[in-house]
């Protein structure tokens, strides 16, 4: 046998010791009421709109927020402007 070979058995054997008895069962189970249990195409579709509203929102929000902070900026730099105008008799 090949030494690659024997690694390979070794490593599936110490895979299936970690394996609870009655793992197959439980499997098999699981699967056969998978089809059962399967989330409906109602509710993918519900979640994934939720998740879509979420996603818009947050983006909404913080364009929003940026926006309003760089409006303030401006108004500010401009505000700036105006009192140097003024200050330096340009607005007479």
């Known amino acids: 046998m090949k030494p690659e070979n024997e ?3 070794q490593l599936r054997d ?3 010791a970690r394996l609870p008895p009655n793992f197959a ?9 998978g089809v059962d249990a399967a989330p409906s195409l109602l509710s993918q ?3 994934g709109a939720a998740t ?3 996603c818009f929102l947050t983006v909404a929000f913080f364009q929003a ?3 309003h902070e760089e409006d303030n900026r401006t108004i500010a730099d401009w505000q700036q402007i105006a009192s140097a105008a003024d200050d330096s008799g340009f607005s007479q």
Request: glycine share 0%; no cysteine; proline share 0%.
């Open 7 to 9: 690694a390979w058995d």
């Open 52 to 54: 879509a509203a979420i």
């Open 65 to 67: 927020r940026s926006a």
């Open 45 to 47: 579709f519900a979640l």
């Open 14 to 16: 110490w895979a299936a």
């Open 25 to 33: 069962d439980r499997v098999l189970r699981a699967a056969r009421a």
